[in-house]
């Protein structure tokens, strides 16, 4: 038998978080991001879930080919566009939308020989400071791009640094606003925070919106607002087993290091999930777990492969019993991802992104 640990892939969370999005921009066509092979989820696990979007957007060009492999015809948007002057052979054979943030892929474009011109969205960089061409240059990096038969039509994007938080997206959306009133195209500017956050704010949701996280059913703004506040469903569940039971007296210790230690008489279950199958090992004793669809926590330090959690409030719960690490339970109860990244210090993004390759994948609807 494999160890006992298991992710699932939830196709009706994702259909339900991608009509969420919807709601929230109406008007707009969605690029679903399905990036770092769609968040860890797998582009092939979402694409079904995945497959009401009107396009899908990521980075790596081994990943449009696999969406094409999938039997997509629709738009692929290479969101930082072409590393080398290659990339681009591959942007005509497979019909690839790319984006276009510096000088020297205009460069290349220019001499980039292809039959049908290239669907291009230009970059501004409005704040972030990563891609992009500053807004005073935007008009003559546009301007150029223009005159190059290899271009089809271009349209607009930016990028926000701030729209989870109180700095909000003012001053960016003003600044895109400024640089742009006069260019023709179609326009990009909002990620999953955006897209929920502001979502009165009608710029915000013109043409094409570009959510990520929001999709995969983790919030964009934990702890501000969680995913049951957004209305969104976890994508993804990590379940394990307990493989062993240790009964401890007070004084006894739990796993390396000796960090927890028992104060009372205490039941603790020892789980088949750890580091190595991209649960962090920096979460403190007290991470909320779901053992049997209940509300618990973890104690001591994880482990490669194993972690324990506390099962003296759970009489009933052994070896075989299921701890959910992440997402739904059997019984239907829900541990957000976004808590337990809290308790590492990081973000539900990071979390699903490192699942490991050795932890068994299932589909679910
Ligand atoms: C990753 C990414 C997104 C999606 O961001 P979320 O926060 O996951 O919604 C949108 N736009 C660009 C350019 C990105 O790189």
Redesign the pocket.
Known sequence: MPRPIQATIHSAALRHNLNRVRLAAPDAQV?A?T??NA?GHGIERVFDGLRAADGF?L?DLSEAQRVRALGWRGPILL??GAFEARDLELCSRLNLWH?VHCDEQIDMLALHKTHEPHRIFL?MNSGMNR?GFAPQRFRSAWTRLNALPQVDEISL?T?FSD??GPTGIAEQMARFAEATCDLPGER?L??????LRHAQDAAVKADWI???????GSS?DFPAHSATDWELRPAMSLNAQVIAVQSLQAGDSVGYGSVFVADRAMRMGVVACGYADGYPRVCPTGTPVLVNGQRGRTVGRVSMDMLTVDLSPFPDAGVGSTVTLWGQSAQGAVLDIDEVAQAAGTVG?ELMCALAQRVPVVLAD
Not at 190 to 195: C, G, H, K
Not at 210 to 216: D, L, N
């Open positions: 690029w991001v990036k770092a968040y957007a980075l969101l930082e984006t970059k891609l994007m990028h729209a989870d990009s909002s990620n999953s925070a955006a897209t570009r959510p990520g996280i929001a999709v995969y964009p993004y």
